[in-house]
C-alpha cells in the first residue's frame, strides 16, 4: 500500500487526488498529528519535506513532480499524463515549471529566513514581498504558456491540472489571477468543483 506523508492545505493535497485517480489503495499519514509522525517522515526524508511518498515496495518518492510523473506512468489508465508523447512532454514540462518558479518562490514566501544570513524584520519583509511579486508573474506566464494543455471539460483531469489547482491556493496566487487572468482563474474554481476531486480538496481546504 502507499503512504503518503503530509498536512492539511500542503501539496499533499495533489499526489492523494492523483492517488485517487489511479483507485489504487493508500494512507495518509498526518505528520502534524504527532511527533512519531515527523520522526518516520525523516527517516524517509531527511529534509522533511511533503510531500513524502512511501512506495508498496518500500522505495521512496520526493518532490511533487517526480511523484506525479511516476504515478503516470505506473497507472496510464488514470491519465495522469497523456498517452501522446509529444503532449506528454509538454505535461511533464509544467509540471517542472511550477515546481521550479511557483512552488519554489512559495519556500522563500513561508520560509525566508532560510534564505537570509541575518534575518531582520525589514530583510525578511523585502524577501517575501519580491518573492510573491515573482511568484504572481510566474503564474501569469505559466497561464500563458499552458492553458491550453489544462483539462477544459472531456476525459479525465491530469497531472498538470491538479497540481496547477492546488499550487495556485497560496500566497495569493488565486487573488491576483481573478484580475491578472481572468479566464484561468475561472478555470480553477471550475475544476476545483471536479466531481472526482473535490472530496480530496474538501478535506485540506474545509
Not at 84 to 101: C, E, H
Request: aromatic residues 10%; charged residues 20%; contains cysteine.
Amino acid at each position: 500500500m502507499y503512504q503518503l506523508y503530509g498536512h492539511q492545505n500542503s501539496g499533499a493535497a495533489a499526489i492523494e487526488a492523483a492517488l485517487e485517480l489511479c483507485e489504487v489503495p493508500y494512507r495518509f499519514i498526518d505528520v502534524s498529528s504527532s511527533p512519531e509522525a515527523v520522526q518516520a517522515l525523516e527517516k524517509l526524508n531527511p529534509l522533511k519535506q511533503i510531500p513524502t511518498l512511501q512506495l508498496p515496495d518500500g522505495g521512496v518518492l520526493t518532490e511533487s513532480a517526480a511523484i506525479l510523473i511516476h504515478l503516470g506512468l505506473t497507472f496510464p489508465e488514470s491519465n495522469l499524463l497523456p498517452e501522446n508523447p509529444l503532449k506528454r512532454d509538454q505535461v511533464i514540462r509544467g509540471l517542472v515549471y511550477i515546481v521550479s518558479n511557483c512552488y519554489a518562490a512559495i519556500g522563500i514566501i513561508d520560509y525566508p529566513e532560510r534564505w537570509l544570513a541575518e534575518a531582520d524584520e525589514s530583510s525578511r519583509e523585502n524577501l517575501i514581498a519580491g518573492a510573491r511579486q515573482r511568484l504572481h508573474w510566474s503564474w501569469e506566464v505559466f497561464a500563458d504558456q499552458f492553458a491550453g494543455k489544462l483539462y477544459l471539460g472531456e476525459g479525465a483531469p491530469g497531472a498538470l491540472d491538479i497540481l496547477a489547482a492546488v499550487v495556485t491556493r497560496w500566497a495569493g496566487t488565486r487573488e491576483h489571477l481573478r484580475t491578472a487572468r481572468p479566464g484561468f482563474s475561472a478555470w480553477l474554481e471550475r475544476f476545483d468543483r471536479h466531481p472526482a476531486l473535490a472530496p480530496v480538496f474538501a478535506r485540506h481546504w474545509p
